[in-house]
């Protein structure tokens, strides 16, 4: 249960950390999203996260998975200037699948909370950005 996080309810999204979460320790972050969220199949998904977050990614390790099968990325962009992550799909992954974005090999920051912030580009349609929800990600918590 997360009180007074500024996020409805309905937008909070699961994940969970195999590691523990511990700061500044290695860990895997699977973020999921469940499958009322993705209305239509998704040719990119974007992460934010916020300006205080001072872990690190490697994106030659980051999956997308339905069902526990990996699907094909063609690209993922690690936008640091601009806290962001960019996952490109080699193909659209199907609408009303429940995904997990699987982040491995993630050196953790200091402890705290981080909100990682979810949109997705539907495939085919006039590339607009949809918010989809935010991970509260607790580390050292």
């Known amino acids: 249960l997360v009180l007074?996080?500024?996020?409805?309810?309905?937008?909070?999204?699961?994940?969970?950390?195999?590691?523990?979460g511990a700061p500044n320790y290695w860990d895997r972050?699977?973020?999921r999203i469940p499958k009322k969220k993705l209305e239509l199949g998704v040719a990119q998904f974007s992460i934010s996260y916020p300006d205080y977050y001072d872990g690190k990614f490697d994106v030659d390790k980051i999956e997308v998975r339905?069902?526990?099968?990996?699907?094909p990325v063609s690209e993922v962009v690690w936008d640091?200037?601009?806290?962001?992550?960019?996952i490109y799909m080699e193909e659209p992954?199907?609408?009303k699948q429940n995904v997990e974005l699987v982040l491995?090999?993630?050196?953790?920051?200091?402890?705290?909370?981080?909100y990682f912030v979810c949109y997705v580009l539907a495939a085919g349609d006039i590339p607009?950005?949809?918010?989809?929800?935010?991970?509260?990600?607790?580390?050292?918590?």
């Open 80 to 86: 640091k200037e601009n806290y962001s992550l960019q």
């Open 29 to 31: 972050y699977r973020l």
């Open 66 to 71: 339905v069902d526990g099968k990996s699907l």
């Open 93 to 95: 992954v199907p609408a």
């Open 4 to 20: 007074w996080s500024g996020v409805k309810r309905e937008n909070i999204l699961r994940y969970h950390l195999d590691f523990n």
């Open 104 to 114: 491995s090999n993630v050196k953790n920051p200091d402890g705290g909370t981080y």
């Open 128 to 141: 607009l950005p949809s918010y989809i929800g935010t991970w509260i990600v607790s580390i050292g918590r």
